[in-house]
């Protein structure tokens, strides 16, 4: 009987140290007074697609929800392009799955040169691996080459943009090494919203200081947005397009024919901007869309700081709400950055109900 104690007392305390050697195992930093290790690097994302009336990635329902990340100019760059990894930290703090990049080119540069300027490109790639490297998305908007056309007195809806969306869709990142077509980083490639309200518009030209007035019509501009999005998909890459967000449609006289671009096969899903009187009107589009069985997306809206941390925080919410009650496939607001200005539409954890806000509503 007394060998039969001692025997279990021995595997009793061996049991203990067992247990204490895979505990300390399991927690071997804490055990070693060691860091703890680092932790797992996120999934790189996945190509995104339509999938009906919402997106999937791998195959799995997706909800965008992004913001830009334009940096006005404030320095040292704390956020936007010149500052990739900063960027990633406010973005992951704010609890958003997509980055929009635009405004990154020279607008008032010469369009046979500035479009293609490597240095500015070079930030773009940057941006782009590392929100892939830390699972995010990006859109990318590609209107600044409308912009250069307008400041220099070029009709961009009547111009030919085959060279430049040619070179976007096959411009290989100089960081990841995959093409820009075939990045599933990049959700999709948005073409030039915001349309101005069809008739004349009056331009200056940076360069010379000559004033000019262009003037498109409804057809003119639905054809615009039938020849750049074919221009995309002939590329045969696997990165969605689309018309980028527009606006204006509330207003009788837009002359914007939002239904025929919208419907047109090579425009991936609708897309709308909700400043104004536009969250309003959405409904209109979300019937339509549906019943072309695309998406819908909210690309942009946005609110002044001036209105108070608590009505901004409000009405962030509220916007929010409504988009979900309408299935919206992604939303995405004007700006994530530091900026504090009564004029400024930023948001960053300064704005602190604002902020919490864009927090609470992440999908």
């Known amino acids: 009987m007394y060998q039969d104690q001692v025997g279990t007392l021995i595997y009793a305390v061996r049991s203990r140290v067992l247990l204490a050697v895979v505990g300390c195992a399991a927690l071997l930093a804490a055990c070693l007074g060691l860091p703890p290790p680092p932790p797992r690097p996120p999934s790189p994302p996945a190509a995104v697609s339509t999938c009906g009336t919402s997106f999937c990635a791998a195959g799995q329902p997706w909800s965008l929800y ?30 958003l799955n997509t980055i929009r990049i635009t405004n990154f080119l020279d607008r008032e540069g010469d ?34 080459y409308r912009s250069m056309l307008w400041n220099n007195c ?19 990142n100089t960081v990841t090494h995959v093409a820009y077509k075939n990045d599933p980083t990049i959700a999709f490639v948005s073409i030039a919203g915001e349309p101005l309200v069809v008739g004349p518009h009056t331009f200056t030209a940076k360069v010379t200081g000559t004033s000019c007035t262009i003037t498109y019509t409804t057809q003119q501009l639905t054809d ?16 969605l397009v689309n018309t980028g967000g527009l606006t204006y449609l509330d207003l009788s006289h837009s002359g914007i024919d939002w239904q025929a671009i919208f419907a047109l096969p090579t425009v991936a899903f609708c897309d709308i901007k909700t400043y104004g009187g536009m969250l309003a009107w ?42 979900r009650s309408m299935h919206f496939a992604g939303v995405a607001f004007w700006n994530l950055g530091y900026q504090l200005a009564g004029t400024s539409y930023e948001v960053n954890p300064t704005t602190t109900l604002t902020f919490a806000a864009v927090q609470s509503n992440a999908p």
């Open 66 to 95: 992004g913001s830009t990340i334009y940096n006005p100019g404030l320095t040292p760059y704390l956020s936007g392009i010149n500052n990739p990894s900063g960027t990633i930290v406010l973005v992951n703090q704010a609890r």
């Open 111 to 144: 369009p046979s040169t500035a479009p293609y300027d490597p240095t500015r490109w070079a930030k773009v790639d940057a941006m782009i691996a590392a929100a892939s490297a830390a699972g995010l998305h990006v859109i990318l908007a590609i209107s600044d």
């Open 154 to 172: 070029i009709d961009p809806y009547t111009t030919d943009w085959t060279n430049f969306i040619t070179f976007v869709a096959n411009r290989v």
């Open 224 to 239: 615009f947005y039938r020849a750049t999005t074919t221009v995309w998909q002939q590329q045969q890459g696997s990165v």
């Open 282 to 323: 959405a409904p209109n589009a979300v019937t339509y869309c549906q019943s072309l069985g695309k998406p819908i997306v909210d690309e942009e809206f946005g609110f002044r700081q001036s209105l108070g941390d608590r009505n901004r925080s409000n009405w962030f919410r509220s916007t929010y709400s409504a988009l």
